[in-house]
């Protein structure tokens, strides 16, 4: 389903991860995917848990691909991808907002159809700040994807500067690889989750009045809503036409789900900032972005995680959540993990601005 499809999963923490599940799942289908973690104290556990599941890994330009990144920091999230550029997993436009193409000057590559280009060829993308230094570490970087699949194998819906974006996205839209028959001296990504929240402990032990002081408030929606706008911001140089962004939201949303307190309106906001931005990131031509870009959220029901154990009460919500839900039951993580690989696919390619339910049915009863 996602076989040539380029990935960044933010927010896995451990097995139990519902990002782990559909990063699991996204490779399976044949993405290329590199997943986040948020900080140094997650490190040793997120790249062990990726290595046994993925591996092998060496360290001669197939590193593990994962890294940390805090989504409250602008710095961390530069960081990050300027490593995925390091990495070799992607290449930004020579129009980036944020890089002013740092890397645009790399190999061509991505698309079956393009040629190896002669080295002047691949100047072509344009010489942004750093270019040539970056050109020759990139190339090497390429031949071998995180994952030590071959990049030139992939060949789904990278971006096409020599195409333009819109028929890139005309070709995506009709289920075609994108660049064929062209150079492609970008390498893009196709597909963003989204799988990040927190509010401070206080905050989920007590009452959501006495809960919610100023500075949870500002805490969770930071952290869980704001960071959904920042993280593609800084993705969106990279992105593909007709990339797909995914975040993970919660019914708590839309209903006041006991003891959910401050992660209710943060998860309002995560959805209604999830709307904006596929408003004005779907037209064909975009200032700010590939085109097409399809921003949704999707809503499991409650699932055991680490995130989870914050709730109080947490076992009980998902017992009546299950014994309400129309199919009886809570939803799995291998059935949210297939939701989400819809939305990240070509199938979900009318689809954007919305919440999708992965959780039996239990939002749709009273
Ligand atoms: N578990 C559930 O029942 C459930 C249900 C619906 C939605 N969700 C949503 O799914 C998403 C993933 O949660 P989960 O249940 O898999 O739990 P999890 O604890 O495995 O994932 C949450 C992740 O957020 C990360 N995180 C928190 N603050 C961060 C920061 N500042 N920078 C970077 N990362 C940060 C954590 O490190 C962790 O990896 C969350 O958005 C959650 O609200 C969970």
Known sequence: MLQGRRALVVGVANARSIAWGIADRWRQEGAE???????????????????????????????????????????????????????????????????????????????????????????????????????????GAAEQAPGGSATTSNSGSRGAEGEGQGSGLRLQRQGLPVGSGVAAPRKTVDIVLHSVAHAPTDAMRQGFLMGTTREAFVSAHVVSAYSL????????????????????????????????????????????????????????????????????????????????????????????????????????????AAAATFLASPLSSAVTGQTLYADCGFSAVV
């Not at 092998?56 to 991808?81: K, R």
């Not at 193409?101 to 590559?109: H, I, L, N, P, V």
């Not at 154990?309 to 998902?318: E, H, K, L, N, V």
């Open 33 to 139: 995917v590199f997943v986040t973690y948020q900080s140094e104290r997650f490190r040793k556990p997120v790249e062990k848990l990726v290595a046994d599941s993925w591996g092998p890994f060496d360290t001669a330009g197939n590193a593990i691909p994962a890294a940390a990144c805090d989504v409250t920091s602008e710095e961390d999230m530069a960081a990050l991808w300027r490593t995925l550029q390091d990495r070799g997993f992607c290449y930004s436009s020579p129009s980036s907002p944020l890089e002013g193409g740092r890397c645009s000057k790399a190999t061509d590559e991505g698309t079956e159809a393009a040629p190896r280009a002669a080295p002047e060829a691949r100047s072509r993308g344009g010489g942004g700040v750093g270019a040539s230094a970056a050109s020759g570490a990139k190339t």
């Open 229 to 336: 706008v920042s993280s593609v911001r800084h993705a969106l140089p990279f992105l593909s036409p007709g990339a797909s962004v995914v975040a993970l939201t919660y019914i708590g949303s839309q209903r006041a789900a006991a003891n959910y307190n401050v992660m209710g309106p943060a998860k309002a906001s995560l959805e209604s900032c999830a709307r904006a931005l596929a408003a004005e990131l779907g037209g064909d031509t975009t200032s700010q972005g590939p085109g097409g870009v399809r921003v949704n959220c999707l809503s499991p029901g409650p699932v055991r995680t680490m995130a989870a154990r914050g709730i109080a009460g947490f076992d009980q919500m998902r017992r009546e959540a299950a014994g309400r839900a129309p199919l009886g039951r809570a939803a799995e993580i291998d059935e949210i």
